[in-house]
């Protein structure tokens, strides 16, 4: 897939339904208040850019343990003014 972006969804909790999903060009995931895990996101290869920011709360942790169960992880990893707080094992 090229280019996948969530943004501004306040609906939004979690990623389930894109377990499938499995290579991605450029992530963005931007401005989701209650996303509180990227864990449901099949995703093994980002391949250029990664962008997730202004997910309030999104700890940091999810972005980190995305990125080290990757593949192929991307160039660029963006990530500014998510959550904070604790991931589960």
Request: glycine residues 8%; hydrophobic residues 35%.
């Amino acid at each position: 897939m090229g280019q996948f972006t969530i943004r501004d969804n306040d609906a939004l909790v979690g990623l389930t339904g894109l377990e499938d999903l499995t290579t991605i060009d450029h992530l963005n995931v931007e401005g989701n208040r209650p996303l509180a895990t990227l864990r449901d996101l099949g995703a093994r290869s980002i391949n250029i850019t990664m962008d997730i920011r202004d997910n309030e709360s999104l700890p940091s942790c999810e972005v980190e343990a995305l990125v080290e169960r990757l593949d192929w992880p991307p160039l660029m990893v963006f990530e500014e003014n998510n959550g904070t707080g604790a991931c589960p094992p």
